[in-house]
């Protein structure tokens, strides 16, 4: 098993460039769930799915969109790249909410 | 302003001492805490949990104590290695926000040898 794998590994964009970033994951989980982790921040809730079709805004939504049309895929769109969204973005997956798989992170500049 | 506050953020420990790291937190809708380690380069992973009706867990070198009057929780690595060097972080679930988790900023610990 793959377990979640997020694409690209590291990304440069410039402001107000648009992109995906991917996610997959293998294990038939409901739970799928964006973060961003910045120094001393933590990680910090963007958006999550609880099943296909189903999406719903976390701590900091703003700036990032999310859609669920299946299982495996949750992908994460920066509409208008913003210096301020530089950060390294985890994507993770869980049977429930409270145990979370994590991928190996996407590392974003925005100049 | 963070839910779930952790400290210190960075710990230097030598080889075979005892790592303690603590989190506090105010909502009393949390009702699950995990801790997760992450090394450089790597996504967290999950290391041990507690819910609030135990007041300690223990797996191998790794405990949880939490305090459900003060709202604290920490963890204690004991005989801590030079392997255990990573970014620690803690965390907790909220039944009003999914079931999602709310985490700590994250303790940087450096195991001497």
């Known amino acids: 098993n793959a377990g979640v794998t997020q694409t690209p590994k590291f990304q440069v964009l410039k402001t107000g460039q648009s992109m995906t970033l991917q996610c997959a994951q293998d294990m038939n989980h409901e739970y799928m769930s964006w973060y961003r982790q910045d120094p001393g921040m933590g990680l910090r809730l963007i958006h999550y799915s609880v099943g296909a079709g189903i999406t719903d805004q976390g701590e900091v939504p703003n700036g990032y969109n999310v859609s669920r049309s299946t299982t495996e895929d949750f992908p994460l769109r920066l509409l208008s790249a913003a210096p301020s969204q530089t950060s390294v973005y985890f994507c993770?997956?869980?049977?429930?909410?409270?145990?979370?798989?994590f991928g190996a992170g996407t590392r974003l500049s925005v100049l | 302003q963070q839910q779930v506050k952790q400290s210190p953020q960075s710990l230097i420990v030598q080889k075979g001492g005892i790592s303690i790291i603590n989190c506090a937190y105010e909502n009393t809708a949390f009702d699950y805490f995990p801790w997760y380690q992450q090394f450089p380069g790597k996504g967290p992973a999950l290391l041990i949990a507690i819910r609030p009706d135990v007041s300690e867990k223990k797996e191998g070198r790794f405990t949880i104590s939490f305090n459900k009057s003060a709202k604290q929780f920490s963890l204690h690595i004991m005989d801590s290695q030079p392997g255990d060097s990573a970014t620690y972080f803690c965390?907790?679930?909220?039944?009003?926000?999914?079931?999602?988790?709310?985490f700590g900023g994250g303790t940087r610990l450096m195991v001497k040898p």
């Open positions: 993770a997956s869980g049977i429930t909410g409270n145990i979370q798989y």
């Open positions: 965390a907790a679930r909220s039944i009003n926000a999914g079931n999602m988790l709310t």
